[in-house]
């Protein structure tokens, strides 16, 4: 499942994928992964996204 919510947060702050990996120490591989879908990011990584993007857990990472 895609994570829109993700992406659009990342752009609302004009970070590039390449800027937002390299804020929480990943790939922008990985990045793209976890918005496209490819890639169930671990609990420290979900974490390390929101207090970048200033987002909750349930914000970006809650499936309805």
């Known amino acids: 499942m895609k994570n829109l ?3 659009a947060a990342r752009a609302s ?3 590039s994928q390449q800027e937002l990996a ?3 120490g ?3 591989q990985t990045i793209s992964a976890i918005e496209k879908g ?3 990011p671990t609990i420290n990584l979900c974490i390390a996204i929101c207090k970048v993007l200033g987002k909750t857990l349930d914000e ?5």
């Open 38 to 40: 490819d890639y169930n």
């Open 26 to 28: 990943v790939s922008r």
């Open 13 to 15: 702050l004009d970070f």
């Open 22 to 24: 390299d804020r929480v």
């Open 60 to 64: 970006l990472f809650w499936i309805e």
């Open 5 to 7: 919510r993700l992406k």
